[in-house]
Structure formats: C-alpha cells, structure tokens
C-alpha cells in the first residue's frame, strides 16, 4: 500500500500535485477564471458582515493557519488572528456574531480545536471547518465544511494535509474577495491561473530530491539549526522547523528573519546550518541583509528562493534550492516541499521511524 514508496510520509509528499487538483477540482469555475464555493452554503449576506476572522488549530493545522491569516487579510481585507487552539480556549478571545471563526484539522477530531469550535458557538459566532475528514467530529458541528481532498494521510508527519489546506485557504480567500469585491476579475483569475501551475511545479521540485537528500545528510551531523524568513515565508520556516523536529528529533526554530538581532544571533556559531527561505519579492534585499548577519557569524546557508532571483540570492548564501517562479501568495504551496524533503531524508539518515516518530500520535483526542 506504500506503493512503491519505502515510507507512507515520502508517498504522502509525491502525492501533492493529486491532492493539489483535486482540492481544487470543482470548486474552479469551467473558464478557469472565477471560484464556486457554493457547496458552503454560505450566503452572500453573511459574508458581507463578517467583520473578523479567527483561525484555530494545532501543529501543522495551525502553521497552515498562518498562511491562511495573510491569504485572507490579502484578498479580502478582513483581519484575521491565527491561534493554537489550546491557546484560544483559555484566552477569553473576543468571539462576536460577525465572527467567522475557521477550524483547520486534518483528523477533524483533535480535542483542543473541537472545544475552540463549541467555544466559539457557544459565543454566537459561526464556524468553518477545513478539514480531510468527511463526516469527522469537526464536520459535523461546523456551521460550514471545506474538504480537503488530500486523501488518506498516514504518516505521523502531516505533509499533504498541510498543503491542501493552503489550496483551501486560496479558495476561500478568492470566494471571499469576489463576494465582497476587493479583488476584480482579472486578479482573482491571475490568482487561478497560478494555482492551477502549482501541481507540475511541484513534480519539478520533487525531481530534485537527490539534492536535498545531500542537503539533509549534512544536516543530519549537527544538533541545532535555523529556520528564517519574513511574511509568509516566517508561517513556512516554522512549519520546516516542525518537520524537521517531529521526525528526526534535531532540535531547530524558526525566527522571522528581521527579529534575529534581538537575541537569536547570539546562538549562531560556526558551521551551523540556517535554512532561509527567500520567495517574497518585496523582502528579498531584507531577508537578504538577514543571510549576511548570519553568514558573518560563521553559519552554513541553504536559500530557498523562487527562479528569477537565483542569481542575486546565489551570491548570498553557501548553497541554493531554486523552486518554480509563482504568485507571492502562493509560494508556501511550493516552499515547503524542500524542507519536508529535507525533514524525511534527515530522519532516514539518522534510522529513526520515519512514520512513527517517538511519543506522537497521529489524532490527538485528548488535551
Ligand atoms: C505535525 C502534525 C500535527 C498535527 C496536529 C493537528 O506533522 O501532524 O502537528 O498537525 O496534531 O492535527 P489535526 O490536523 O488532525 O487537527
């Protein structure tokens, strides 16, 4: 059933560009140009009073939700606040009627982000649950239910539920912005276009697997390393960092580039490997002064940067991972793959489980 594949996790993560279409299909119009979400049975009324949005979830749920705050806050104006849910409970949130709270879980049974949803009900708001589990706990309560059609996900180690509920983000943003009318028809069907190159551009970055199983090699020699990056690309180093974590047990964090002068630098010594992800246009030359620091400090850069700007990030970093040129808003579809690459090959390298990691399990129904 791994078919072929020596683990569930490296399956799961070749199984991306399939998950990827097929969140996709159906909810894109015939032309390709607009979004038909009407499955939501979410009237045009009550998404014009939403006034906030709060996303709640765990783990790679949650980083997912990271994402999700600037795709809707982008496309749709609306201010979004993303929290872990076991945060969220006991936070007292300011829960309104015009709040549309958003679960993401891919079991849609874990129990902190099913007490968030009944705490959110309970408050008068409604609630939209993004998650891979038809007729889950989760689905069941939910006001409204955005599935994502990853499939059956096995591994412990969540890759292409974390990647389908991106391509539900960008739907729900796009469904948002043309309701509301914050984004004319020729950006939501830029925003199209671009999301439907995303599968063949992630078989072009899983074709260069060889290279990051090197990467992860030498990764494997060491005990700490860094994730970096701004915007978005901070929401995808802490989602690499979880990886990494949960799987090979190497100890790593992730910064957002710019807050590293206020204390991280400190921990930077000789030889140590950073991970910086350099996709967003309007922050290279910022990330890139970010790499410098490090750089002088003795740490051993790998930059992943979108094409079009290999040639200025090259100059910057030790090695480079180029991944297919895509929309700002869309990298994190494409980003991430390297660095679940990267977590599987470090935890192959070091013989750990790669599917069972020590002391996790797959649904957390407790909490
Ligand atoms: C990490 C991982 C966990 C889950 C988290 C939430 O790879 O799998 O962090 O993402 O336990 O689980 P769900 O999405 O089922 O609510």
Not at 68 to 94: F, M, N, Q
Not at 313 to 330: C, H, R
Request: aromatic share 6%; proline share 3%.
């Amino acid at each position: 059933e791994k078919a072929g594949f020596d683990h569930f996790m490296l399956k799961e993560i070749h199984e991306q560009p399939k998950a990827y279409r097929d969140t996709m299909m159906s909810r894109v119009s015939e032309d390709g140009k607009s979004v038909d979400l009407k499955e939501l049975g979410m009237s045009s009324d009550y998404i014009k009073s939403i006034r906030k949005v709060q996303i709640v979830a765990c783990g790679t749920a949650f980083h997912a939700g990271l994402v999700g705050k600037t795709v809707i806050e982008t496309l749709a104006r609306i201010p979004v606040e993303t929290d872990v849910a076991s945060e969220y409970r006991y936070r007292s949130p300011i829960i309104t009627p015009d709040t549309l709270v958003i679960v993401v879980s891919q079991s849609g049974e874990t129990a902190d982000t099913l007490a968030a949803l009944r705490e959110a009900q309970r408050n008068g708001a409604k609630v939209l649950a993004i998650t891979n589990v038809v007729g889950s706990s989760v689905a069941r309560e939910a006001d409204f239910v955005l599935i994502t059609w990853a499939g059956l996900e096995i591994a412990v180690a969540s890759t292409k539920a974390y990647t389908s509920q991106l391509i539900a983000f960008y739907l729900f943003g796009l469904h948002l912005a043309s309701t509301l009318g914050t984004q004319n028809a020729s950006a939501v069907a830029e925003v199209i276009a671009a999301m439907h190159q995303l599968p063949d551009q992630v078989e072009s970055i899983l074709a260069k697997s060889d290279v990051l199983k090197k990467v992860a090699e030498s990764i494997s020699h060491h005990k700490h390393l860094f994730f970096i990056g701004r915007g978005i690309d901070y929401a995808v180093a802490q989602e690499g960092s979880l990886k990494l974590k949960e799987i090979s047990y190497i100890h790593s964090e992730a910064y957002a580039a710019g807050e590293l002068k206020h204390g991280t630098l400190a921990l930077i010594e000789e030889s140590i490997p950073v991970i910086a992800l350099v996709t967003q246009e309007e922050l290279y030359e910022k990330t890139l002064s970010n790499i410098k620091e490090v750089k002088a400090r003795g740490a051993h850069v790998l930059g992943v940067a979108n094409e079009g700007f290999e040639e200025e990030a090259g100059k910057s970093v030790d090695e480079l991972f180029v991944i297919p040129k895509t929309l700002p808003l869309l990298s994190p579809a494409l980003s991430v793959v390297p660095l679940q690459l990267i977590s599987y090959y470090a935890s192959l390298a070091l013989e750990h489980d790669v599917d069972k990691p020590r002391n996790l399990a797959k649904s957390v129904t407790v909490e």
